[in-house]
């Protein structure tokens, strides 16, 4: 039996390679629901109600269709960062988070508009003592721009970690190993 391919609520290039290197067919078709803003709730509700926002304004468009959505947010000391709003901030980010643990919590949903599946992907990183020369280096190089946090463990960002705990996928963006059984229930499921 063949199905047609998974729906990826985004643009984000990192969730479409992870989906691609997992092996998972997809299409991106990126979601315009409205996101709740930091603040308005815990980070962990935050990002699953927004993953659950996204997958459902794209299944809309979509009906019958399987669809993800995905949501990330860096938390440190309960205060949720999202991406910065520009240089200064991503400064500020990287201060605060230097030489101490946070979490990334990655909130995922599929939905095929009949059912919901929901799922947090809770990962905790601990970055080295960070100097003011790294800092400015590594905000150079725009790379903490459209990151979550202001920094990407895949990229460059690397060098900030000393170590993690968790789903190292989940860090990325996407816990993909939630997601292929989270995908396997829908796909699979017996018929009722």
């Not at 309960?78 to 230097?98: H, I, V, W």
Request: with cysteine; hydrophobic share 40%.
């Amino acid at each position: 039996m063949k199905h047609e391919p998974l729906l990826l609520a985004s643009a984000s290039p990192r969730r479409a390679e992870l989906l691609t290197t997992a092996g998972i067919p997809f299409a991106c078709v990126p979601s315009h629901a409205d996101e709740l803003p930091s603040g308005s709730c815990s980070p962990d509700s935050l990002v699953v109600e927004n993953a659950r926002r996204k997958a459902a304004e794209v299944s809309a468009r979509f009906s019958g269709r399987v669809v993800l959505g995905a949501d990330t947010v860096v938390v440190s000391e309960g205060q949720a960062l999202g991406k910065p709003r520009d240089r200064e901030d991503a400064k500020r980010m990287l201060y605060a988070l230097s030489g101490k643990t946070h979490q990334v919590m990655t909130g995922v949903c599929m939905t095929d508009g009949k059912r919901t599946e929901t799922a947090l992907s809770v990962t905790y990183v601990t970055f080295r003592a960070l100097d003011d020369a790294l800092i400015e280096r590594y905000v150079a190089s725009g790379e903490c721009d459209d990151k979550a946090g202001a920094y990407g463990i895949q990229g460059k960002g690397c060098v900030l970690v000393e170590r993690l705990e968790g789903d190292y996928f989940g860090v990325v963006g996407l816990p993909v190993c939630t997601v292929d059984q989270m995908l396997s229930r829908f796909l699979f499921r017996e018929k009722d």
